[in-house]
């Protein structure tokens, strides 16, 4: 019995060195970490359980009091920080002081996240010594902390777990999969924009629609000029948005499916006739952009 309490002291003393290493190496890894500290915890009370009897015998001299005292401030030490850490990994928070705020989300991706419908596991496929491994990382977890419980992520070593790369189609590092039960789509970087662009085109269902009205001397869509919007159709369409042309005079209504009107900077005024679909759209819920150079 005794050598078996040995061997429970010492298996608990290395897995809770294990938990100590995964908080500090791979913080990712909740489960393993939880379980190994849970175990070593187990062990450590076997092992006392089991010599008990020597314990109290060696506590009784008054060295090993002087002794013992210091064991235990130790011990309160290590638990008072391991509650720190506990409470700080369950209700974490984080300052920003930088000027332009570079290390925040922004309002929109914020918004995104926090109305989150579906659950989403994002997968970034980083090897160890990847530069900029650690910045999507730490961007991964803003998002997760900011999703309610709705957005997941790991990470994986390509290298380590080739047969996860090829099912996903990776072929480069810092490639980032966003999964839904229905959707996949796949990211070649993890900047907060295109992180963002990919979270709607998973979780939103179908495109949204934007028409843009022309006929009045507008900046045009299809235009690449300097005058031209073709950069911001661009952008609209990376953001899962549909982009169409809109001549109003020739409509009998705005179409139904229409999520925003854009008018952008119309060198003439609408005719009475195109005013009265405008207003008609507007009156039923509809969104209406106006640009005014």
Do not use: C
């Given at each position: 019995?005794?050598?078996?309490?040995?061997?429970?002291?010492?298996?608990?003393?290395?897995?809770?060195?294990?938990?100590?290493?995964?908080?500090?190496?791979?913080?990712?890894?909740?489960?393993?970490?939880?379980?190994?500290?849970?175990?070593?915890?187990?062990?450590?009370?076997?092992?006392?359980?089991?010599?008990?009897?020597?314990?109290r015998a060696v506590f009784a001299r008054r060295s090993a009091?002087?002794?013992?005292?210091?064991?235990?401030?130790?011990?309160?030490?290590?638990?008072?920080?391991?509650?720190?850490?506990?409470?700080?990994?369950?209700?974490?928070?984080?300052?920003?002081?930088?000027e332009n705020r570079r290390h925040s989300l922004s309002p929109?991706?914020?918004?995104?996240?926090?109305?989150?419908?579906?659950?989403?596991?994002?997968?970034?496929?980083?090897?160890?010594?990847?530069?900029?491994?650690?910045?999507?990382?730490?961007?991964?977890?803003?998002?997760?902390?900011?999703?309610?419980?709705?957005?997941?992520?790991?990470?994986?070593?390509?290298?380590?777990?080739?047969?996860?790369?090829?099912?996903?189609?990776?072929?480069?590092?810092?490639?980032?999969?966003?999964?839904?039960?229905?959707?996949?789509?796949?990211?070649?970087?993890?900047?907060?924009?295109?992180?963002?662009?990919?979270?709607?085109?998973?979780?939103?269902?179908?495109?949204?629609?934007?028409?843009?009205?022309?006929?009045?001397?507008?900046?045009?869509?299809?235009?690449?000029?300097?005058?031209?919007?073709?950069?911001?159709?661009?952008?609209?369409?990376?953001?899962?948005?549909?982009?169409?042309?809109?001549?109003?005079?020739?409509?009998?209504?705005?179409?139904?499916?229409?999520?925003?009107?854009?008018?952008p900077g119309p060198k003439n005024d609408l005719l009475p006739?195109?005013?009265?679909?405008?207003?008609?759209?507007?009156?039923?819920?509809?969104?209406?952009?106006?640009?005014?150079?």
């Open positions: 019995m005794k050598q078996i309490g040995d061997w429970a002291g010492t298996l608990g003393a290395l897995l809770l060195l294990a938990a100590a290493v995964l908080w500090l190496g791979k913080p990712e890894w909740e489960m393993a970490r939880a379980v190994s500290a849970l175990a070593g915890a187990v062990g450590l009370l076997g092992a006392l359980y089991v010599n008990f009897g020597r314990l009091r002087y002794g013992a005292n210091a064991l235990l401030m130790i011990l309160l030490l290590l638990g008072i920080l391991a509650l720190v850490e506990a409470v700080s990994y369950r209700h974490n928070y984080r300052l920003d002081l930088t929109q991706t914020l918004k995104i996240l926090q109305s989150l419908q579906a659950d989403v596991t994002a997968t970034g496929f980083f090897r160890g010594d990847l530069p900029g491994k650690r910045g999507a990382e730490d961007l991964l977890r803003q998002y997760e902390s900011h999703s309610g419980g709705k957005f997941r992520w790991k990470s994986v070593d390509p290298d380590r777990e080739p047969g996860l790369a090829k099912r996903y189609g990776v072929e480069s590092y810092g490639t980032v999969v966003l999964d839904t039960k229905t959707k996949s789509e796949k990211l070649l970087d993890t900047s907060e924009e295109k992180l963002t662009n990919g979270l709607v085109m998973v979780t939103r269902e179908g495109k949204r629609v934007v028409y843009v009205v022309k006929g009045h001397g507008e900046h045009e869509v299809s235009n690449t000029d300097r005058a031209g919007f073709s950069e911001a159709r661009t952008a609209l369409e990376k953001a899962n948005y549909e982009v169409k042309e809109l001549l109003p005079v020739r409509e009998a209504k705005i179409p139904d499916d229409a999520a925003l009107v854009i008018l006739a195109e005013l009265a679909l405008l207003d008609a759209y507007i009156a039923r819920g509809g969104k209406v952009f106006f640009m005014v150079n």
